[in-house]
């Protein structure tokens, strides 16, 4: 089964109440026992995994609590409750959970609504709670300093799908008997894989065969008092070894898991014993924790994502202002071009364009600026097999209306404002960005600094592992870099193994005097916004053959014939001829497969020394993990995407460095990793 089908819309749980209480009759088991949540929960997994101490250990690093089975959330809540009442300095949280059957958000609120004291963490849950489609959703609390990663679809599917390591577990599947899919071995096998060193586990579950699967996993297993009738229950320690560790492993499982046994190859991972942190001199020169070089839609969105995680960023621009080049447009549109098919593009598409949705809703959340403007975003249908085209879509993906639906014409009509006489298909959440606003807002986070003028010469790496910044300010230092440069990429690294391309585009600017003004976006083949500073905007044009960024009438022209061909009913030559204001032009920058780079900076003549063998057998070195540079990563080549792909990219860097989970499966990882042009060079014998 290929990987990339594990994205779907799975749809809500079918439960029912029995005396007062949640039930599932898939698994013919309750969700907690009557009047014993809150305490039940406390003492089976809270107490066990110490949480309130040990988040408050280690106060600059993230601690990841992972649960398998979310259910109603309320572990969740009483964690993140557990994690707000602690005063003063503690760990960032993040809490993933995987669940297989989503509760609807009315379930879900009746059976928290048990505990009127959650009450206000109910609803923040409640208020980001994310439609039933297969994969990672990213939740955000406390201005970021807790997150839920919320991945929906089977455990046994799931639970090799997402890199990261955790400091705790929860297992909270319904009885082992009646759910067997929740313990098997190789569920706990991954539970394993993805433990730190000395993680914790509990469990009211002490069913011998879960006992047993932990034993040969590495995990220490204490029996200890169950809650309320139940006599025992479980408490564990992961003391195997690391997978990829240096250190001797006893058990035969723990070796076999050692040896990598996802079905992925492991190039584009890095071996966990290499990600070591740079060491900071003692000196008096500041080190920054995160530079990023860059202040784009990739760049800001990412120093934004680093600030949430609780790292210190550095922007460094070499413009006078961020969002200079081709993010600078006034509108972005947030508009998802799905596939016919299914696939792994479409994987990355659904994915980015959720992300998005909720991320930009979220920060605009209570703040009187505008920046994100959810007017929706309509796909016209200009003949019949076009109509054909979106009906097929619809049935492919399975949209919920909630995220999209088709419109009839009048329908259509009506949420546009405009006269199309064509039927649509309609994105409700979707919108547009005012991406200068966007960067005034990120730029107002508290962990974030910015140089403007700031030209970044060259960049080098100490033997401290510090990165050193030669700009045109002076030296600049960090632990981490971050290169958001588009186009000017191979000015700082060699880019001959991760090659881009510029990607002219021109949107035209008329004047609303004489014209209809959309209410939401219309897309066909391009786009028209709603009216903004006065004007309306359309275009765009896509340009692969000049690298130029001047604005050209001939370009005005082309938008112009192009929208009356797509768009007929809206407009005619002559009046759009005679409102037109300008336009504005600017060089995207895209990749030869039109997918991002995104992820750590290969060491390219390591990569091919490690993986030659593939020149002459392309199903070789699948257990070599990829040699990367420590410490820095890359972001570029969003080309037209940006909207779709720079916000979740974001939060993959922001998890490479602070440990935390990835909103990006290891399939999409390797999809989006700058060293893919290496391995794919190497296995059709071109390098
Ligand atoms: N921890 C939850 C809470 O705080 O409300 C209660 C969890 S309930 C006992 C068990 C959960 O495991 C259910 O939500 C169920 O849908 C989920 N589950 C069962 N089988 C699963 C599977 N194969 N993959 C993922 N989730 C599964």
């Known amino acids: 089964m290929p990987l990339h089908s594990a994205l779907a819309y799975i749809g809500y749980a079918q439960v029912s109440w029995r005396e007062g209480v949640l039930y599932s009759p898939i698994f013919d088991d309750v969700y907690y026992q009557l009047g014993q949540g809150k305490a039940e929960s ?29 259910g109603t959330g309320l572990n969740f809540l009483l964690c993140f409750e557990e994690w707000l009442a602690i005063e003063g300095d503690k760990s960032s949280l993040n809490y993933v ?6 509760l609807s958000p009315t379930d879900l609120r009746l059976a928290l609504d048990a505990w009127p004291e959650l009450s206000s963490l109910k609803e923040a849950l409640l208020d980001q709670y994310p439609l039933p489609f297969k994969g990672s959703h990213r939740l955000v609390f406390a201005e970021g300093r807790a997150t839920l990663t919320l991945i929906f679809g089977d455990i046994g599917e799931m639970l090799p799908a997402y890199n990261f390591l955790s400091d705790a577990w929860f297992l909270d599947g319904f009885a082992p008997k009646r759910n067997q899919s929740m313990w098997d071995e190789n569920v706990i096998r991954h539970l394993s894989k993805h433990s730190k060193r000395l993680a914790t586990l509990s469990t009211y579950s002490s069913a011998g065969s879960v006992v047993r699967g932990l034993k040969e996993y590495g ?66 020169i500041h080190v920054s924790k995160c530079i990023v070089i860059g202040s784009g839609l990739a760049g800001t969105t990412t120093a934004l994502a680093l600030a949430e995680a609780g790292l210190d960023c550095l922007i460094l621009e070499e413009n006078p202002s961020p969002m200079s080049e081709a993010s600078g447009q006034d509108q972005l549109v947030l508009y998802g071009k799905y596939p016919k098919k299914l696939n792994r593009e479409a994987k990355l598409t659904l994915s980015g364009h959720i992300f998005s949705q909720s991320y930009f809703s979220r920060l605009q959340k209570g703040r009187p600026e505008i920046f994100w403007n959810p007017c929706g975003v309509l796909q016209v249908a200009k003949d019949q097999s076009d109509a054909k085209r979106h009906a097929e879509l619809l049935n492919e993906y399975q949209f919920p209306q909630a995220f999209s639906e088709l419109l009839e014409v009048d329908q259509a009509e ?274």
């Open 414 to 687: 009506s949420i546009s404002g405009l006269n199309l006489n064509t039927p649509g298909l309609w994105f409700p959440k979707s919108g547009w960005l005012a991406p200068k606003r966007f960067a005034e807002f990120v730029l107002g986070h508290k962990r974030l600094e910015m140089e403007t003028n700031c030209h970044v010469t060259s960049i080098k790496q100490n033997h401290s592992g510090i990165w050193e910044l030669d700009t045109s300010l002076g030296l600049r230092l960090c632990e981490h870099l971050v290169i958001a440069t588009a186009n000017q990429t191979s000015q700082l690294v060699d880019t001959n193994l991760m090659p881009t391309k510029p990607l002219r585009g021109q949107i035209t600017r008329v004047s609303p005097k004489s014209l209809s003004t959309p209410k939401s976006v219309v897309c066909g083949e391009g786009y028209l916004c709603p009216e903004v500073n006065d004007e309306i905007h359309f275009g765009a044009t896509y340009d692969l053959t000049s690298s130029h960024s001047e604005v050209c009438e001939e370009d005005n022209v082309k938008n112009i014939d192009n929208i009356l061909k797509w768009l007929p009913t809206w407009s005619n030559k002559e009046t759009l001829t005679a409102s037109l204001v300008g336009g504005s032009a600017g060089l995207r920058c895209t990749t030869p497969d039109y997918t991002p780079l995104v992820g750590r900076l290969p060491n390219t003549e390591e990569m091919l020394e490690r993986f030659k063998g593939l020149r002459y057998d392309a199903k070789s070195c699948r257990e070599t993990y990829g040699a990367y540079k420590a410490n820095a990563y890359i972001n570029i080549g969003h080309g037209s995407k940006g909207m779709i792909t720079c916000p979740v990219s974001a939060q993959h860097i922001a998890s490479l460095i602070s440990g935390g989970p990835s909103p990006l499966d290891r399939e999409l990882e390797m999809m989006l990793s700058p060293a893919r042009f290496i391995i794919r060079g190497l296995s059709k014998n071109k390098l």
């Open 97 to 102: 959970a995987y669940e297989g059957f989503p």
């Open 42 to 70: 406390t003492h089976v997994f809270l107490q066990p995994n110490r949480l309130c101490s040990r988040l408050q250990e280690n106060p600059s690093s993230t601690f990841t609590v992972s649960e398998l089975g979310f």
């Open 219 to 284: 995990f220490s297993v204490q029996k200890i008092s169950g809650y309320g009738l139940k006599r025992e229950m479980v408490s564990a320690v992961w003391s195997g070894t690391a997978p990829g560790a240096t250190e001797a492993n006893h058990s035969p499982k723990l070796e076999a898991l050692s040896k990598g046994s996802n079905s992925l190859p492991n190039w584009a991972q890095v071996e966990r014993i290499q990600a070591l942190p740079a060491k900071t001199p003692a000196s008096d």
